[in-house]
């Protein structure tokens, strides 16, 4: 074994000497003529660049001069606006992929190299985007259905997340929260499973349960409560109200009223009605029970 590795060794460094010794009786002119030889190779090459460059910077206006031509159109038309952020983000990346291949065949790649590439890789590309094909159709699949647009509240219910939806991109649909986060979900998450659109329809019921005591007259707190009802002036009066008992609970008459109200007044027709329920009842003596805790204490009297 010593032996033989003892040749390789010599025998490398017999390499060595010859190329070196090659290098030493090279003429000097050789050598100029062959990096001038590559001079124009070089520049060539850097003009090649420099023009790509100036290219991407020109497509890259004349994209954002198409986007703008393509909004344009679409503001004028009746799209609605989840159709034009998803239409505006599907043109940008067809333009983009188009000027990187405008960009590839200036340095003489083909648009054929570049798809039998990518049809040689196809499986493990698929594999590797198959994620975004999903997300990418999930957004299709909510325009045509539209379970939402552009100004929905909306929950998500495998996840629980929720709110205003600001954006419906590519891939992804944004959500703003009402505290004003930003919450981002894939389309192909919201395409295939179940969500709450909350402000979809145009009205809304309230509705707002109080327990109150046994002791109570159930006669009066209806009346009280019905009173309640009549004064708000943001219910629609063409729809049906109601006071009723709910349930007899184990320490309180759980009394029940319902009124509609439009979508947008919800929240703030539920909370103003639910303070003044409070005072109008404590301001005719009906007790609104509560749970308490007793405590005794035992003393040991015998010393």
Not at 1 to 14: A, Y
Request: net charge neutral; proline share 2%; charged share 25%.
């Amino acid at each position: 074994m010593f032996r033989i590795l003892g040749t390789d060794v010599k025998s490398d460094l017999e390499t060595l000497q010859e190329v070196s010794k090659q290098v030493q009786q090279a003429d000097p002119d050789q050598v100029k003529e062959f990096f001038k030889g590559l001079v124009p190779d070089i520049v060539n090459f850097g003009i090649k660049i420099l023009l790509a460059f100036l290219l991407y910077l020109l497509g890259v206006r004349i994209i954002k001069f198409l986007r703008k031509l393509l909004r344009r159109f679409l503001e004028r038309s009746s799209a609605e606006e989840g159709v034009k952020q998803f239409l505006d983000s599907f043109a940008k990346a067809v333009l983009y992929f188009c000027l990187v291949m405008l960009i590839l065949s200036w340095f003489g790649v083909s648009a054929a190299s570049v798809v039998a590439i990518l049809g040689s890789a196809g499986l493990a590309i698929g594999l590797a985007v198959q994620g975004s094909l999903a997300n990418f159709a999930g957004g299709v699949l909510i325009l045509v259905i539209k379970p939402f647009k552009v100004g929905d509240y909306i929950i998500e219910d495998s996840q629980k997340n929720e709110g205003t939806v600001t954006e419906i991109q590519l891939f992804y649909t944004v959500l703003t929260t009402p505290d004003n986060q930003l919450v981002i979900i894939p389309n192909g998450t919201l395409a295939n499973s179940s969500l709450t659109n909350v402000t979809h329809q145009e009205k809304r019921r309230v509705d707002i349960c109080v327990g109150v005591s046994y002791q109570a007259d159930i006669r009066q707190v209806k009346e009280i409560l019905k009173r309640l009802l009549e004064e708000e002036k943001r219910r629609l009066p063409q729809e049906e109200m109601m006071v009723f008992v709910q349930e007899l609970g184990d320490s309180s008459v759980k009394m029940g009223c319902r009124l509609w109200v439009r979508t947008e007044d919800y929240w703030a027709v539920k909370w103003h009605l639910t303070e003044e329920v409070k005072y109008a009842l404590e301001k005719n003596g009906v007790e609104i029970p509560y749970n308490q805790l007793e405590v005794s204490i035992k003393t040991d009297t015998a010393h």
